[in-house]
């Protein structure tokens, strides 16, 4: 896959292109500076001075070797000479004639020889003395062996020329690095896996630190280079650059503007190249801890749906709540993680990365995910609670059913003989009904509509055998508090005292007399009959929470039974 890296560096560099004339002017500078005749120091001035018009002065004193100088060589010089300054043609030749008879006699012969070959191309204008010369150039831009004033120092000439021809071959090739570079950057295919990338961006990264240290380097040169060919004129305040130093100082100014927008447009690329390859890696670790995280939170989506026991009494419950509570736990840790990848994810868009069109996407399902887990976890929770609930319920209902019956199995007969006995059998089940409220005992069809969403079959089949024995119970209580008021109006009439009779002295009875029957036996109690109890035989169990049997519980079963009938 390529780069999105956009523009390689090579569109973006700076259009101007640095001189021709001074990328070359090295090579000739070094080569005619190792000759052994010293050509170039010896025949040629480039003293800075210029003519009425403007045009640069370039003067050839008077040199013993000159016809050892190779003609490529001349041509090098002059063509360098000529596009230093101001790059152009030359416009007027002045030769001034030699004072010796000699010299001038081969002058004029050379010169009528040549004269029309030149004048084809250049004018030149034939001069006796140095006084001729003046009356073209004032002395001001003449040296002073032409009878000027103009300072000129030919050494520190070649010396700066040199430095600065060295320069501009360093900040070319430098520039063709940096193209090299960035050429290559906008052509790599980027690698899938995160450690590959992260090795890339650190290679990457390792190769721009160099050239930026090349490209601090040169500016360093570049601006001592230019403090020296600044030093004359900062001695005194009267002291003036040349116009032959000026122009160096002009030359080197441009270089260094030239390499300062160089080294922008590189780190104007670098800062593109590396944010998107950053990016690119902050997209590789996202997409990773994505489906990392989303397989996690699906098995446990999955665990949770299978989680659909609600239990079947209370220590079932309580036992399933501690379970679901450490599937809770560990989802928690994935939660926090999908939360805290969706506000990297966030981070990223707002940071306006390349890949928005898929990370917020990203984003959205790890919130889904994430909300369901949170709701369906809570929706379990709740129907736990719920079941919980019903059954502490339940067995409450149970218990105080068998505390009820309790009760009434321990009022005694002989007690219920006295009016005070039965005021104290009622006042006793008053007060155990009035505890109804304190076990929050619903009736029948409340209870029903608050579980029944809930009751499986085996729930709603315990449910139903403990709301009919509420129900028996209840009228076994009602039964007992209807035969206890009656015995008590009967026992508040009226006794009247009547006088014995003779007759109705008591007779002898036999010894065997036969005991009364059951029913008669219960006709006389105020209490209900075994025949008007719901389940004339009914047992009352204290229930003891039995377990189930299984993988989590022990199976142990405890109960007492109390007979109500005899």
Excluded at 1 to 24: E, K, R, V, Y
Excluded at 128 to 143: A, E, G, M, V, Y
Excluded at 323 to 338: R, S
Aim: charged fraction near 20%; glycine fraction near 4%; proline fraction near 5%.
């Amino acid at each position: 896959m390529n780069l999105p890296l956009g523009t390689a560096f090579t569109q973006i560099l700076p259009t101007q292109a640095l001189n021709p004339g001074l990328l070359n002017c090295c090579q000739i500078l070094y080569h005619l500076s190792h000759q052994g005749s010293f050509a170039l120091q010896e025949y040629n001035h480039n003293n800075g001075g210029r003519g009425k018009d403007g045009a640069p002065i370039i003067t050839f004193p008077e040199f013993v070797g000159f016809k050892h100088i190779p003609d490529e060589d001349f041509l090098n010089v002059m063509t360098y000479l000529t596009s230093v300054a101001f790059p152009g043609n030359l416009k007027l030749i002045f030769i001034l004639r030699p004072s010796r008879f000699i010299q001038r006699t081969f002058t004029d012969i050379g010169i009528k020889y040549y004269r029309d070959e030149f004048k084809m191309k250049v004018p030149i204008v034939m001069l006796n003395s140095i006084s001729d010369l003046h009356d073209h150039i004032d002395k001001s831009q003449l040296t002073e062996d032409l009878g000027g004033t103009l300072e000129y120092h030919h050494s520190q000439w070649i010396n700066h020329r040199t430095a600065i021809e060295n320069f501009a071959l360093a900040l070319k090739t430098t520039a063709q690095m940096l193209q090299t570079f960035g050429a290559c950057l906008a052509t790599t295919e980027l690698p899938r896996s995160i450690p590959s990338t992260e090795d890339l961006l650190m290679s990457h990264m390792r190769q721009q630190n160099k050239l930026q240290d090349d490209l601090k380097l040169l500016g360093k040169q570049g601006a001592t280079l230019l403090s020296c060919m600044q030093d004359p004129a900062t001695k005194s305040p009267t002291s003036k650059l040349s116009l032959n130093e000026f122009e160096n100082v002009a030359t080197m100014e441009r270089l260094l503007v030239q390499l300062d927008e160089t080294e922008k447009a590189f780190s104007q690329f670098w800062s593109e190249h590396h944010l998107k390859l950053n990016q690119y890696l902050q997209l590789q670790h996202f997409e990773h801890n994505f489906c990392e995280v989303k397989l996690a939170l699906d098995n446990l989506l999955a665990e949770q749906t299978e989680f659909s026991d609600i239990g079947d009494n209370v220590m079932h419950v309580e036992q399933l709540l501690k379970e679901h509570k450490k599937l809770e736990g560990e989802g928690q840790e994935f939660l926090e993680k999908a939360q805290l990848l969706a506000v990297i994810g966030d981070q990223l868009i707002q940071n306006h990365h390349y890949a928005v069109d898929s990370i917020r996407p990203r984003c959205a399902e790890l919130r889904h995910l994430c909300d369901n887990f949170i709701n369906e976890n809570k929706k379990k929770h709740d129907i736990l609670e719920k079941s919980l609930e019903l059954h502490r319920r339940l067995d409450k209902v149970s218990q105080w059913c068998e505390a009820g019956i309790y009760l009434l199995a321990s009022q005694a007969v002989d007690k219920c003989q006295s009016r005070e006995g039965v005021d104290i059998a009622l006042n006793d089940i008053e007060t155990f009904l009035g505890t109804a409220k304190e076990y929050q005992l619903p009736s029948s069809k409340d209870f029903y509509n608050q579980y029944e969403l809930m009751l499986t079959l085996d729930i709603k089949a315990k449910a139903q055998k403990v709301l009919q024995k509420l129900s028996d119970v209840q009228e076994i209580f009602h039964k007992r508090q209807m035969s206890l008021m009656k015995l008590a109006a009967r026992q508040t009439r009226p006794v009247q005292p009547v006088a014995p009779h003779p007759e109705s002295s008591p007779k002898w009875v036999s010894p065997k007399i036969s005991q009364p029957s059951t029913l008669e036996y219960w006709s006389e109690l105020p209490f209900a009959s075994p025949g008007d109890l719901p389940n004339p035989r009914i047992k009352i169990a204290l229930l003891m929470s039995p377990a189930l049997a299984g993988r989590f519980f022990t199976t142990t079963v405890s109960s007492r039974y109390y007979h109500v009938c005899p």
